[in-house]
């Protein structure tokens, strides 16, 4: 058998060296340095659960932004944000790290479980959060639930970035429900401390969150439609600060029928205008495998909308 003898400046060597010496490879610790600070929401706390020095967790982001060619965070009060081109390396990053996994996991004896990361709103996490677990550990030994809460708004972002699988969120029309993997109706409704005696000649007391949340908008829009009057008297980022605002008799608080729950009760029909109903649905990252999550997903869905339902 003849033997070619392959010329070490061939073509697509480039200046003669290994095919693959002009393409940047991206190191994976930097990758998991960059998902870290983004799931963590800072730098420092970043540091700490890799074990390494600030300074050095600067340096990978200094790198991997030389790398990418853009910058990936913007300055801002809030914390770490993700710039546009930052948000898009971060979808990628979160895969190329699962494929890694994969592979390391699945050349060693024991098979790790695969994690789902689910998000719900806050404001159900007293009612739901439980029952989330528990049908998670119910579905699978294969999968391993983690639960994020947050504002829809902030879900939804989580889950457009990567970092969320699936997340249960509000939504103010059908319209915005293109997509979604389950949809069902959540009622709103005006709830108040018992001791509450509300004058209907003086505006109406609200307590809600400083950003707006959707049940708040959708108030403040059933209020104006009807020319009432109406006096924010009590703001928090905080669910249990809002509840707990309205349990000592600040104001109303506009929820979900179906976390209502002591000692808060349902305002009478007639004494303020009647809230429309939100709707609600399952959005899932849009790589995801969502046929093997399937079953996960009914049961999500049954565990939100048979609530709903029963408290109709």
């Not at 829809?152 to 989580?158: F, I």
């Amino acid at each position: 058998m003849r033997r070619v003898r392959r010329s070490k400046g061939g073509a697509g060597t480039g200046n003669g060296g290994h095919p693959l010496s002009d393409k940047m490879n991206i190191p994976t610790d930097i990758l998991r340095t960059f998902v870290a600070i983004n799931e963590l929401g800072s730098f420092t706390k970043a540091a700490h659960l890799l074990d390494v020095s600030q300074p050095a967790v600067s340096t990978h982001m200094r790198r991997l932004e030389s790398l990418v060619g853009a910058d990936l965070f913007q300055k801002s009060l809030a914390g770490v944000v993700l710039t546009e081109r930052g948000a898009d390396v971060l979808r990628h990053a979160r895969r190329m790290l699962a494929i890694n996994d994969q592979i390391v996991n699945g050349s060693g004896a024991e098979v790790q479980q695969k994690v789902v990361r689910v998000g719900i709103p806050n404001i159900y996490a007293p009612t739901m959060l439980a029952k989330i677990l528990s049908e998670g550990a119910a579905f699978s030994t294969d999968y391993r639930l983690q639960v994020r809460c947050d504002y829809s708004s902030g879900l939804l972002r989580s889950v457009s970035s990567g970092y969320l699988e699936l997340a249960a969120v509000q939504f103010v029309s059908e319209t915005e429900l293109t997509g979604v993997l389950a949809s069902w109706i959540e009622e709103l409704v005006w709830v108040k401390s018992p001791d509450l005696v509300f004058n209907s000649d003086d505006p109406v007391p609200l307590v809600g969150s400083p950003n707006l949340l959707l049940p708040d908008l959708v108030a403040l829009a059933a209020l104006e439609a009807a020319n009432r009057r109406y006096e924010i008297v009590f703001t928090a980022f905080d669910t249990l600060a809002r509840r707990a605002a309205a349990t000592a008799g600040l104001g109303y608080f506009p929820v979900p029928r179906s976390v209502v729950a002591e000692p808060l009760v349902i305002e009478a029909p007639g004494i303020l205008p009647e809230l429309p109903h939100v709707n609600m649905g399952i959005v899932a990252r849009d790589d995801l495998d969502t046929a093997a999550l399937a079953p996960l997903i009914a049961r999500i869905e049954n565990i939100f909308s048979m609530r709903a339902r029963g408290a109709s």
